[in-house]
């Protein structure tokens, strides 16, 4: 159940059989050989805080690691899109995902695609999403 409280407005939801239909279609999409490569690159990344911007434009635009990793970033903010529109249970979301961890390990290179190509909005929901669950 995901509860949220605004002055004296209090709302209550929970999952539906569509939320968790939905949710196990993004997990098979989530076993993607490219998806599967970028989470390991990534999580690679991990000894040194995350991908930097540097290191990720280095990877050259038409590796397959380079896809590898903007699949993990497209994914992620899809399912941030979904829950900022109400289409996906936002409590189901993040007791299902590690999101924040996630964007930690890539946010120097989304930060770095948003600046380099003068983007404000690019990655919000993804950015929004994790940080909904450090709160």
Do not use: Y
């Not at 896809?67 to 497209?74: C, F, I, N």
């Not at 900022?84 to 249970?89: A, H, I, N, R, T």
């Amino acid at each position: 159940m995901t509860t949220t409280t605004r002055g004296d407005l209090r709302v209550e939801t929970r999952p539906t059989q569509t939320d968790a239909q939905l949710m196990l279609q993004l997990a098979q999409l989530g076993q993607t050989p490219l998806m599967e490569r970028g989470q390991a690159l990534l999580w690679k990344a991990r000894e040194t805080g995350g991908m930097s911007w540097e290191e990720f434009q280095q990877l050259g635009v038409e590796s397959e690691d380079h896809a590898a990793v903007m699949a993990v970033l497209k994914w992620h903010e899809t399912i941030g899109t979904l829950v900022k529109q109400g289409l996906l249970d936002r409590g189901l979301v993040l007791d299902w995902l590690w999101v924040s961890g996630t964007w930690d390990l890539c946010k120097d290179v989304a930060l770095g695609q948003r600046a380099e190509l003068g983007v404000p909005q690019m990655w919000e929901n993804f950015e929004a999403l994790a940080a909904l669950q450090q709160d």
